[in-house]
């Protein structure tokens, strides 16, 4: 499969904590980029890591790159409520994306 | 709003229909996507266009599903005799000219056949 699998399926945390997931990958990347989709709405873009990076960071979120186990983690820091979301990761061109994973933050 | 746009946003069409939606990119946006997503799944790419020239297209897109982008601007999307299978969100993003930029998604039009 040319698909990221994003790990876990689901997630619940309270507000204030951080959540960490992951995805991992068969084929080779250039990039990976994570999208964030709220019930029913369209993706939105959070940060692409190219393949030469290990880690970059946008405001609470931080993603790690590892190609030789090739894998990639996203922690959200100090998360809200409106964290609440489905979480994808894309791969390659035509971003290939897994089944997501959905976190629910409880105020 | 400079943003990707589609249209409608929700359909809701008896079996054997035919349907039609509209994706308008944002403006300096040369390669446009489109992507299917059913309840619990990821979005499922289904065809790419650079400017006017469709380029690739998923074996998820039968012969009765069929993509246009005639002036390399906004682009259509239609389906021929829908089937109650095809409910789904139909997700349109939008992207520069570069191979692997971030794409630009817009809200998604959700198509439900009854």
């Known amino acids: 499969s040319q698909q990221g699998e994003e790990d876990p399926q689901a997630l619940s945390i309270q507000e204030g904590e951080n959540a960490t997931m992951n995805c991992s990958y068969k084929?080779?990347?250039?990039?990976l980029q994570w999208y964030r989709q709220n019930s029913g709405r369209g993706l939105v873009h959070l940060i692409l890591?190219?393949?030469?990076?290990r880690e970059k960071h946008s405001g609470r979120l931080r993603v790690t790159l590892d190609t030789s186990k090739k894998s990639s983690s996203l922690l959200i820091t100090a998360s809200r409520a409106a964290d609440t979301a489905s979480y994808f990761c894309g791969l390659r061109n035509k971003l290939i994306f897994g089944t997501g994973t959905l976190l629910a933050v409880q105020p | 709003d400079t943003g990707v746009s589609q249209d409608p946003r929700h359909k809701i069409t008896k079996r054997g229909q035919n349907v039609t939606f509209r994706c308008d990119p944002i403006?300096?946006?040369?390669?446009l996507y489109w992507y299917r997503q059913t309840l619990g799944q990821g979005p499922e790419f289904l065809t790419y266009?650079?400017?006017?020239?469709?380029?690739?297209k998923s074996r998820l897109l039968s012969d009765r599903f069929s993509a246009e982008r005639p002036k390399g601007s906004f682009s259509t999307l239609e389906i021929q005799r829908t089937e109650q299978g095809d409910s789904a969100m139909y997700l349109c993003?939008?992207?520069?000219?570069?191979?692997?930029?971030?794409?630009?998604f817009g809200p998604g039009t959700r198509l439900t056949v009854l």
């Open positions: 266009f650079q400017n006017e020239a469709q380029l690739e």
């Open positions: 084929t080779s990347i250039n990039n």
């Open positions: 890591i190219r393949s030469n990076e």
């Open positions: 403006s300096e946006h040369n390669r």
């Open positions: 993003a939008s992207s520069p000219d570069t191979v692997g930029d971030t794409q630009y």
